[in-house]
């Protein structure tokens, strides 16, 4: 399954104005927003926090890259040029998680 059709499998994020990744101590270390070049990122890390208990897990970031698809092989080939994969290749090679706190948006729909 490619990138788009995976992303048709995933729950909406229009209720979301992003999320924000945390280490153990409860600092931010990522934002995710919803925004155009980040909205497809943000359904995919949305959706694995709800599936492995509002974190991302070595696991959840390892399900990441299969979800990310053909843009995984496109990370490794250029590495920077995908931030939110990078991340989830560092992490799945880890034994730490991450925490996910969302940030609602306000009114207008």
Known sequence: MNFAERLRQ???????AALELTD????????????PGQTGSLA???????QHGGRITPEAAAL??????????????HPGTHPNIDRLLLW?????????????TTGGG
């Open 10 to 16: 995933l729950p909406s994020v229009a209720h979301l």
């Open 92 to 104: 799945s090679q880890g034994r730490a998680s991450f925490g996910v706190r969302l940030r609602e």
């Open 64 to 77: 990441g890259l299969d979800w990310y698809a053909e843009h995984t092989a496109d990370a490794l080939n």
């Open 24 to 35: 153990a101590s409860g600092q931010v270390v990522a934002t995710i927003e919803n925004r």
């Open 44 to 50: 995919v890390y949305h959706a694995l926090a709800a």
